[in-house]
């Protein structure tokens, strides 16, 4: 039975405007895509070393762009319309379960270049039983046994069903620790288990030993780890696979150990026949970090045109399958690639009728291009013991140009460059001559005008044993030396930074004769070390007499450690006195403005000017003093009232303290008309209170209307209202 790969896609579309939220706004799952995508290029031979600063920039990359997303999620989950937020540093995306308007209002986001549907991948079925082949003959795999290459410190890691840590080939090659095994769906967090039996099909062909009566591993001493990307239903989402690729690169999440695999084997495809760049950037930063992402080609052929992604991406190495005499497999997938309309697969390797491991300590004879690949995958195993730190390109480069050529002259649709041949690829690597260019550091950052340097190594392989010329672009450099002798050694490489701010990209080029080697590196100009000044509250309002604070704090920026002394100007003498305290603030801190007002100060507001000075940087922040001086308001109430001839009129006057008013208030009125008398109840006043004023008319009193004065006095504060009265 032959090992299938089915993608099953939601129909659901994302990019712009075209996601309208449906009246009915049902849950989805999606893939937040940000625009800004990381691509590192990290030169350090070190693989430790390269894949602890790929993880740092892409983690840091993530970490900045996200922040706007991961906040409004955050919102939305909070209102019950997002149910899970799965951030994702390898791809710069977030998987989300969220409302389809959420969904919309994301991709609106300026920060955000698509929300995609996640995608559900269907695993590979596992394979029954037929006949046995001698396909590790068939690549040579023995031959380099011979050699003392059996795979031995090489750790090989599988993306798939998972793997039955009881069969005796696998439990005794598992690395083992809560670092070798991942189950991004959360169903079986700890222990390795398959309850499909692909995977463990397929780690069989990389690992295996020959307990079972025969060699079935291509490399048998090296050791497994595994990801179980697919639910015990059987499918993989998009979001758990970009998980198990992100665990892939840090599988304790210790940056500072090196845990990572050697090698990734992906024996499972998507649709046929389409390019879907999903997982585009996970694989190109695998192979970044020195993995080269290892996939079967796909089981849909022999029609051409049937690439499957993510095999068919440029960043995988895809694998075909063909049976023991080398003829191709009728049903392994054909080329062009949908992606880049290449050659497709890339290679091929022995995949009918493949012994391996079964469920339950079983075994059995399987088909597939799900079986060709991980022959691949063991290869390597080989070949990195064998010469450790290959990158990926020339991990590749090995592999196709150590291929048995099968079909047409050249590459081509249906076998690639050939069939697998590790002891040619091995023989290949040791006797072709090539060299490596690295640069240590991969990040500089220099003030405008500043000089960074750079040490760029040359590194041989295969006997290079040439002189490198050294270039660089982006920015003017000078090397020294400008060339290194003999294929291998250092040169210093020194740059000055420009007058503008901003990140340059450096390429820096070996050339020996008509090849060339490149790497990257980049120099940051940063703004000078300054500071910022801030005072609040920015406006504090006192009685005449009484004092306040304000808090002024000294933050610095790009690296500002310097010292920075504080003072307060523009209080007139009139009104009070300003001081800081402390009047230095040694780079960052706060300090305390005090003000004490006079008790004669007058009424009004004042702007006070706080001034830090370091060096010839200086900023001024400005706050405002409201003084009051001591006063209190007067009211009338009502504002009229109408009396008949010879009744009394009565009047309510309130008085109100401000600006800590505690005097006592005398009241009197004017403006009565003849014939009339009036009286008060209630004064003087203590403020706050009221008195009353009662006016007595008589049979005499002129009919008409009149303004009546109230007069309030209280030394020398005098305040006036007035009131009318209808007589009638």
Not at 117 to 141: G, K, R
Not at 288 to 313: D, E, M, Q, R
Not at 630 to 640: E, K, R, V, W
Request: aromatic letters at 6%; a neutral charge.
């Amino acid at each position: 039975m032959r090992s299938v790969a089915v993608a099953v896609v939601a129909s659901l579309a994302l990019s712009g405007s075209a996601f309208a939220a449906p009246v009915s706004d049902p849950f989805v799952d999606v893939i937040v895509v940000m625009k800004s995508q990381a691509a590192p290029t990290i030169a350090t031979p070190d693989r430790r070393e390269r894949i602890r600063q790929l993880e740092k920039a892409l983690r840091d990359h993530a970490n900045t762009t996200q922040r706007g997303a991961r906040d409004l999620l955050a919102v939305r989950q909070k209102q019950g319309r997002v149910t899970s937020v799965v951030p994702l540093w390898i791809t710069n995306a977030i998987g989300a379960r969220v409302r389809a308007s959420v969904a919309a209002e994301l991709a609106h986001r300026p920060d955000v270049r698509e929300v995609r549907p996640s995608t559900t991948i269907e695993a590979p079925s596992a394979a029954a039983a037929t006949t046995v082949e001698p396909n590790l003959t068939q690549v040579n795999a023995p031959a380099l046994w011979d050699l003392g290459y059996r795979g031995q410190g090489m750790v090989v890691a599988s993306m798939d069903t998972g793997i039955d840590i009881s069969h005796p080939e696998l439990a005794a090659r598992w690395r083992g620790g809560s670092n070798s095994w991942y189950d991004p769906n959360g169903q079986h967090p700890a222990t390795p288990i398959d309850l499909i039996g692909h995977g463990t099909q397929t780690m069989g062909v990389m690992v295996g030993g020959d307990g079972g009566g025969s060699a079935i591993g291509v490399a048998p001493d090296a050791r497994w780890i595994a990801v179980k990307i697919f639910n015990d239903r059987g499918q993989a989402s998009s979001t758990a696979i970009h998980l198990g690729y992100q665990w892939l690169l840090d599988p304790d999440g210790n940056p500072a150990t090196a845990d990572a695999p050697n090698v990734v084997n992906n024996s499972w495809t998507m649709t046929a026949g389409s390019c879907s760049l999903e997982f585009q950037a996970d694989l190109r930063n695998l192979r970044t970090a020195g993995i080269l992402p290892v996939f079967a080609a796909g089981n849909y052929g022999p029609t051409a045109g049937t690439s499957a992604s993510p095999a068919n991406n440029p960043e995988a190495l895809a694998v075909g399958s063909v049976d023991g005499n080398g003829l191709i497999d009728p049903y392994s997938s054909r080329g062009p690639s949908a992606c880049t309309q290449g050659t497709y697969p890339q290679l091929v390797a022995p995949g009918t009728d493949i012994r391996t491991t079964d469920l339950y300590g079983g075994y059995l004879d399987v088909s597939g291009t799900s079986l060709a690949a991980p022959h691949v995958a063991g290869a390597l195993a080989l070949l990195l013991q064998a010469s450790p730190g290959l990158s990926a390109d020339r991990q590749q480069a090995a592999l196709q140009s150590g291929a048995v050529d099968l079909g047409p002259t050249g590459a081509d649709n249906d076998y690639g460059s050939g069939r697998l041949d590790v002891v040619a690829s091995y023989n290949w690597l040791q006797s072709t001559p090539d060299f490596s260019v690295a640069v240590t550091p991969a990040a500089v950052s220099v003030l405008p005008g500043g000089t960074a340097t750079y040490t760029v190594t040359i590194t041989s392989s295969g006997g290079f044993s040439g002189d490198v010329a050294l270039s660089v672009s982006g920015l003017p450099g000078t090397f020294n030396p400008p060339v290194v002798v003999g294929g291998a050694g250092t040169s210093v490489l020194t740059v000055t930074g420009p007058a503008s701010t901003g990140t340059n990209s450096l390429v820096i080029t070996g050339t020996n004769g008509q090849v060339s080697r490149t790497a990257t590196a980049s120099l940051t100009v940063v703004p000078p070390p300054d500071y910022g000044l801030t005072a609040t509250p920015s406006s504090r309002t006192v009685n005449a007499g009484a004092s306040t604070t304000y808090s002024v704090s000294v933050a610095p920026t790009n690296g500002f450690a310097a010292d920075v002394a504080l003072t307060a100007t523009g209080l007139p003498a009139t009104v009070g006195s300003a001081a800081m305290s402390p009047t230095v603030v040694h780079g960052s801190g706060t300090a305390q403005l005090a003000v004490t007002t006079l008790a004669s100060a007058p009424a009004g507001t004042y702007p006070i000017t706080v001034s830090g000075v370091s060096g010839t940087l200086s900023h001024s922040v400005v706050v405002n003093l409201v003084v009051n001086r001591p006063d209190f308001a007067l009211t009338i109430s009502p504002s009229s009232v109408t009396v008949t001839r010879p009744f009394t009129a009565t009047y309510s006057i309130g008085v109100f303290s401000t600006g800590g008013f505690t005097g006592s208030v005398a009241l009197k009125v004017s403006g009565l008309p003849p014939n009339t008398s009036a009286s008060w109840i209630g004064t003087p006043v203590f403020p706050p209170g009221s008195a009353t004023l009662k006016v007595k008319t008589t049979a005499s009193t002129p009919r008409g209307t009149y303004t009546l004065k109230v007069t309030a006095t209280s030394g020398s504060l005098t305040h006036q209202t007035t009131a009318t009265l209808l007589v009638r």
